[in-house]
């Protein structure tokens, strides 16, 4: 069964230095997302991708934060300069074309601000 | 703006005893809902979803959810859990012209064996 795939698992990073968090999304999906739960909360939307560029994003996803597809396969979350606050799990998820599909979640990244 | 609310945050039952977890949403057009469950160090996984037509809705493992649309509730059911069922349980909505998922702030249920 095709599925999200996301590396690391875990990252261990200084406050202030920059994170790139990658994602394969399912091959044939056309919808990119990233979502982050913070231990003990809820899953919070941050930012949708479809057709190259950000289809909506929310208020957490501010200028510290950007995404990319590099290459057609990867689906990359970059924090420029990481807080304490950002620590966090950060799932990928992706959809197909389809309107009322489902999203397809991977396992998530654990990031851990010290 | 869509929101969920999940109003227990965590339910502890024994095995075979009924569940229901409660999910209310608030929406003003047509409603995508959703519940989702995060087993202990696994990624969130689709239990089942409500599109349209039969409010109530059957998914995997034996879970089930009805629509109740004057309500604006969407409440999970199973009639017998098992101790396999321990996990996080997610209600959420579809939100936004993209298709992102608006999230409750989850339930988290534990079933003694």
């Known amino acids: 069964e095709p599925e999200v795939t996301q590396t690391p698992s875990h990252q261990v990073t200084q406050m202030g230095q920059e994170v790139i968090l990658r994602c394969v999304p399912i091959?044939?999906?056309?919808?990119f997302y990233w979502y982050r739960q913070i231990l003990g909360q809820k899953v919070e939307f941050l930012v949708s991708?479809?057709?190259?560029?950000?289809?909506?994003k929310s208020e957490i996803f501010d200028d510290q934060f950007s995404v990319e597809r590099p290459d057609g396969s990867n689906f990359t979350l970059k924090i420029r300069s990481t807080k304490l606050e950002d620590s966090a799990m950060y799932f990928c998820?992706?959809?197909?074309?389809?309107?009322?599909?489902?999203?397809?979640f991977g396992e998530g990244s654990r990031l851990t601000v010290l | 703006a869509q929101s969920v609310s999940q109003h227990n945050h965590h339910v502890i039952l024994s095995e075979a005893a009924s569940l229901e977890l409660g999910c209310n949403y608030s929406?003003?057009?047509?409603?995508?809902l959703f519940w989702y469950v995060q087993y202990p160090g696994q990624h969130l996984q689709l239990l089942l979803k409500?599109?349209?037509?039969?409010?109530l809705v059957k998914g995997i493992k034996g879970f089930e959810a009805e629509f109740i649309k004057s309500k604006f509730s969407f409440n999970l059911r199973k009639p017998s859990v098992q101790w396999s069922d321990t996990a996080e349980y997610f209600c959420?909505?579809?939100?936004?012209?993209?298709?992102?998922?608006?999230f409750g702030k989850g339930t988290k249920l534990s079933v003694k064996p």
């Open positions: 998820a992706s959809r197909g074309g389809v309107t009322t599909g489902e999203l397809f």
């Open positions: 091959s044939n999906h056309l919808y």
């Open positions: 991708f479809y057709n190259n560029e950000i289809s909506e």
């Open positions: 929406y003003g057009g047509t409603v995508n």
């Open positions: 409500y599109f349209s037509g039969d409010p």
């Open positions: 959420a909505v579809r939100g936004g012209s993209q298709g992102n998922l608006i």
